[in-house]
T-cell receptor
Framework: AQSVTQLGSHVSVSEGALVLLRCNYS??????LFWYVQYPNQGLQLLLK??????LVKGINGFEAEFKKSETSFHLTKPSAHMSDAAEYFC?????????????FGKGTHLIIQP | DAGITQSPRHKVTETGTPVTLRCHQT?????MYWYRQDPGHGLRLIHY???????DKGEVSDGYSVSRSKTEDFLLTLESATSSQTSVYFC??????????????FGEGSRLTVL
C-alpha cells in the first residue's frame, strides 16, 4: 500500500529564508506525487505534481520539488519565504496504479513565517 | 477554480441524528470523493465514486454511507451521528481526461460538529 510521511508537523522560518518541507513516500507502483496547500478555512489547492516526467517540478507561488527515487523523497522548497506562504501543506501519493481510488495524504505540515 | 459546491458549509447537530452532506460539481468529472480532515491525521478517504451508482469504501468508511444518482451530485450520509464524526469534510473530484494523473480538485469543506 502507498503511504506518505511528512517530517515535522510544524516548521517555522523567517521571512526571506529558505523553506524546506520534507516528504517521504512508500509506493509499490511508480509513484505519482503531489503537494497541496491549504489556507485557513479553505479547501486544498494543488501546488505541484510529479508524474514521471522531469524530476524537478516547478509549481505555483515559487515552490518547487525534486523527486529522488533513491531516497524515496519529494521535498518541497522555496528559496525565499513570504508572509503569505503561511499555511498547511500536504504531500500526497496516488493510492493505486489506476488512480481511481484517490490520493493518500500525509498528516500535513503547518508552515509558520516569522517576520 | 473547479466548480465544486458543498452544502451545508457549517452544521451543528446532536448525537444520534442523521446528517447528509451534499457535493455538487459542474465539471462532469467521473470520479468523486469524500475525505475527512482531523488534526494530526491529515485527510482520510471515507468513500469514493467511479460513476453513477458506483461507489466503494475508503479507509474510514464505518458509520458513513454515500449515494450518487447523478454525475454531478455525491451525497455523504451519517445515519446516526456520533461525536467522533465531528470533523471537516471535503469533497473532491478527479478529471480522468488529464492523463490519468489522479490530481484531485477540492471543494471548500463542510464543518460538522456533533454535540
Amino acid at each position: 500500500a502507498q503511504s506518505v510521511t511528512q517530517l515535522g508537523s510544524h516548521v517555522s522560518v523567517s521571512e526571506g529564508a529558505l523553506v524546506l518541507l520534507r516528504c517521504n513516500y512508500s509506493s509499490s507502483v511508480p509513484p505519482y506525487l503531489f503537494w497541496y496547500v491549504q489556507y485557513p478555512n479553505q479547501g486544498l489547492q494543488l501546488l505541484l505534481k510529479y508524474t514521471s516526467a522531469a524530476t524537478l517540478v516547478k509549481g505555483i507561488n515559487g515552490f518547487e520539488a525534486e523527486f529522488k527515487k533513491s531516497e524515496t523523497s519529494f521535498h518541497l522548497t522555496k528559496p525565499s519565504a513570504h508572509m503569505s506562504d503561511a499555511a498547511e501543506y500536504f504531500c500526497a501519493v496516488r493510492t493505486s496504479g489506476g488512480g481511481a481510488d484517490g490520493l493518500t495524504f500525509g498528516k500535513g505540515t503547518h508552515l509558520i513565517i516569522q517576520p | 477554480d473547479a466548480g465544486i459546491t458543498q452544502s451545508p458549509r457549517h452544521k451543528v447537530t446532536e448525537t444520534g441524528t442523521p446528517v447528509t452532506l451534499r457535493c455538487h460539481q459542474t465539471e462532469n468529472h467521473r470520479y468523486m470523493y469524500w475525505y475527512r480532515q482531523d488534526p494530526g491525521h491529515g485527510l482520510r478517504l471515507i468513500h469514493y465514486s467511479y460513476g453513477v451508482k458506483d461507489t466503494d469504501k475508503g479507509e474510514v468508511s464505518d458509520g458513513y454511507s454515500v449515494s450518487r444518482s447523478k454525475t454531478e451530485d455525491f451525497l455523504l450520509t451519517l445515519e446516526s451521528a456520533t461525536s467522533s464524526q465531528t470533523s471537516v469534510y471535503f469533497c473532491a473530484i478527479s478529471d480522468t481526461t488529464s492523463g490519468g494523473t489522479g490530481e484531485l480538485f477540492f471543494g471548500e469543506g463542510s464543518r460538522l460538529t456533533v454535540l
